[in-house]
């Protein structure tokens, strides 16, 4: 059944007040007719706004029905969840995988309460995320869409794209995973990837940056960089809130020749970034540091 919305059932409402028959209403705005006819005749309401249904809904009888459902169907769920919880992680080890959901975390990722969560609006990045976590963990994750409330300016919602995954086991491992482990060049490029997919940008002015108000997490990409040959250097700037606090920022720049390494030995799995990024290895990089 589709979901009619207010707006359309408002529309029709109006429509009609300027005595226009359901035929037409219903061509303007791909509508079928019976369902206009029931909105302007039969003061009937699309159903997610009917008074009636809600009424319904917050009856004593309803409420009383939806306690007795729960009191059969929330031991079952809790007993589905507690052994999903429990269950033991694929390989604890360091792995390519592993690493790069780590670098994710890092940046725009977040783990609490039992949850590993990534929300972006660049579906390709969510999906390496998903990939990945489910490669090395074991788990299956959950992928779906959802709309972001915007500024009220901006008449257009946004998408955004959500993976997370339910394991008790899988948090404790990734809050108190020591990354001193990360030792192989391939883990720390892996793991530099899934930062700079949360963080990274290279912009117009051809600067390859990422971003991040905690400096201890650009320290520790900045020597995963360095140890694979990638000039960089972090700098911290302020500015003030609106209410006139000073807040502290920092931000990585790799500089030079090392933009022309970073795409030849990481890169993005963002698309729209790495595209950036290869028109100027095209127009600029290429010519000037392909041949040294």
Do not use: C
């Amino acid at each position: 059944m589709r979901a009619y919305t207010l707006e359309e059932y408002n529309k029709s409402i109006e429509l009609n007040k300027k005595n226009l028959g359901s035929l037409r209403i219903s061509k303007l705005i791909n509508i079928s007719r019976s369902t206009i006819e029931g909105w302007i005749n039969n003061d009937r309401k699309p159903y997610f706004f009917s008074e009636k249904r809600i009424n319904a809904q917050k009856s004593k009888e309803n409420l009383e029905r939806l306690k007795k459902l729960s009191k059969i169907s929330q031991p079952l769920a809790v007993q589905k969840a507690r052994e999903k919880n429990i269950k033991p992680i694929k390989n604890e080890s360091i792995t390519k995988e592993l690493a790069y959901v780590l670098g994710v975390i890092l940046g725009d990722g977040h783990v609490s309460q039992r949850r590993v969560i990534l929300s972006a609006t660049d579906k390709d990045f969510v999906i390496t995320f998903k990939n990945n976590l489910e490669k090395w963990s074991g788990y299956k994750t959950r992928f779906f869409s959802r709309f972001i409330k915007l500024d009220k300016k901006i008449k257009n919602r946004k998408i955004q794209w959500v993976n997370y995954l339910d394991s008790v086991k899988i948090e404790y491992f990734i809050k108190n995973f020591n990354y001193e482990k990360i030792k192989d060049d391939q883990n720390k490029i892996s793991f530099i990837k899934g930062f700079f997919d949360s963080e990274g940008h290279f912009s117009k002015d051809y600067e390859l940056i990422a971003y991040n108000k905690d400096i201890t997490k650009l320290n520790l990409i900045s020597s995963f960089l360095s140890d694979l040959g990638l000039e960089n250097k972090i700098n911290t700037y302020t500015t003030k809130n609106i209410n006139g606090n000073n807040i502290h920022y920092s931000y990585l720049k790799i500089i030079g020749k090392s933009r022309y390494l970073f795409y030849q030995k990481i890169g993005f799995s963002i698309q729209r970034k790495q595209r950036r990024l290869k028109e100027w290895i095209k127009k600029i990089g290429k010519d000037k540091y392909g041949g040294k």
